[in-house]
């Protein structure tokens, strides 16, 4: 289980190129303690994250704050169904999320 | 046929034009801003400028391009127009950067120069502001003495501090190792201008470089008549030899002879070795090349040891 940032990180804080520097330096990572982009879900992730688009890591951080179907993900984060599940599409193909279980109302979970 | 082969031709343009097109184009950011910018004086050497900027290159998904090929710093003149200096930036999002003029590049102090965050040219053929260029009119509040940068540069780190989520500063508020990287990558020689906002670092202190010369070494020269210094050069010729290896050799001769002339002279061996030794010494401060010397100790050296092993012989019991 991975940390959510504030916004479902809709905006990035900081260059990923940083993240990678600081990641690869034993003082500098140090020095971030284990705290270390955290929210995002550690360095790698981020710096992941940080090359797709902000409706893909809204979407993304929102199923890992507990939203189970397109619905709540929209509802989270205030993105319009079509655009949720396309982006769903999106990372299912990059293998960031999957489905788990099928169910009679909402359609799919995650 | 002919239709043929300039269709291809049209074709193999236009994908040429396709490719050169995407390799060279690289998206724009959501908004560009400055936040702070600063032009301080005498930071390193008097006279000179550093001109600091906090910006913000925002984009929702980075580009895969590095930041510094494709945005930069650049001041430009009072007209807005004439480019002055220019330096890429590091890092995309909210960061910092600056550009250090000598006291030869410094410009006039308070003037309205434009302090401007910007595409490349190369990658951005059109630039808008707010979108892909942000740009700061300079007034007498961004000036600030030297003296006020270590203070500044802490409130800067304090603000980045919190907007990156990272630790950038100690308990103290000094910078720590983080910090230092990227401040000093924003602003080189920060550690060297105020070393005392670091945790830790290592500066360059400025020494004047020592010119050494060889007036002293020359002076034995200026001993040497012109005469003498003639037949050194003309032996020199002869043998094929280096002057001060003439003047060596010149110099053992006239030692020898000299020897030669007291024993003829005294019958005592001791006195003409005396005074081989005591000329030497004398033709080497004479300045009649400097492997003179060398001659000469070897032969007090020589000699030494000769004597050495004599009084060793005299007074072994066997």
Redesign the interface.
């Known amino acids: 289980m991975v940390g959510v940032p504030g916004d479902l990180g ?9 993240v990678k ?2 990641a690869a ?1 034993p ?2 990572r140090s ?3 284990s705290g ?2 955290e ?1 995002y879900g550690g360095p790698t992730q981020y710096v992941e994250m ?5 409706e893909a890591r809204q979407v993304y951080y929102s199923v890992q704050a507990g939203a189970s179907t397109p619905e709540e993900v929209g509802v989270k984060t205030g993105l319009s169904l079509g655009v949720v599940n396309s982006t769903i599409a999106l990372l299912e193909r990059r293998g960031l999320i999957s489905r788990t279980t099928v169910t009679r109302e909402s359609g799919l979970e995650y | 046929m002919v239709r043929r082969v300039f269709s291809s031709f049209i074709l193999a343009l236009v994908l040429l034009f396709l490719v050169v097109s995407s390799a060279w184009a690289i998206a724009n950011p959501t908004n560009t801003n400055i936040g702070d910018s600063f032009v301080f004086r005498n930071v390193l050497v008097s006279g000179d400028q550093l001109f600091f900027v906090r910006y913000n290159i ?5 580009p ?1 391009e ?2 510094t090929i494709a945005f930069q710093m650049a001041i430009y003149d009072t007209d807005g127009v004439t480019l002055l200096f220019v330096r890429p930036v590091n ?5 910092i950067i600056s550009i250090y003029l000598t006291p030869a590049q410094a410009l006039t102090w308070n003037a309205t120069y434009l302090v401007r965050i910007q595409g490349s040219p190369a990658l951005f053929p059109v630039l808008t502001e707010g979108i892909n260029r942000a740009t700061v009119t300079l007034n007498a509040g961004n000036y600030r003495e030297g003296g006020d940068l270590g203070e500044v540069m802490i409130a800067q780190a304090t603000i980045l501090q919190e ?5 950038i500063l100690t308990a103290a508020d000094l910078l ?3 910090g230092a ?2 401040f000093i990558k924003a602003v080189p020689g920060l550690n060297t201008m105020v070393p005392d906002i670091f945790q830790t670092t290592s500066y360059t202190y400025p020494e004047p470089s020592k010119v050494g010369n060889q007036t002293y070494i020359n002076q034995t020269l200026l001993h040497v008549g012109p005469n003498l210094t003639n037949a050194i050069v003309g032996v020199a010729a002869i043998f094929g030899a280096s002057e001060g290896g003439a003047g060596f050799w010149m110099a053992c001769i006239g030692g020898m002879l000299l020897g030669g002339i007291v024993y003829a002279a005294t019958k005592r061996p001791d006195w003409s070795v005396a005074f081989v030794v005591v000329g030497l010494g004398v033709i080497g401060l004479a300045g009649v090349g400097t492997q003179t010397f060398i001659a000469f100790l070897w032969v007090v050296l020589a000699l030494g040891v000769l004597f050495g092993l004599l009084w060793i012989g005299r007074n072994l019991p066997f």
Do not use: C, H, R
């Open positions: 809709k905006s990035l804080t900081v260059d990923p190129k940083m520097e600081i330096s003082q500098m020095e971030q303690g270390f982009m929210q940080a090359g797709m688009s902000p | 925002n984009y929702g998904s980075v895969s590095s930041a890092y995309y999002l909210e960061n907007d990156w989520g990272l630790t720590n190792a983080t990287t990227y």
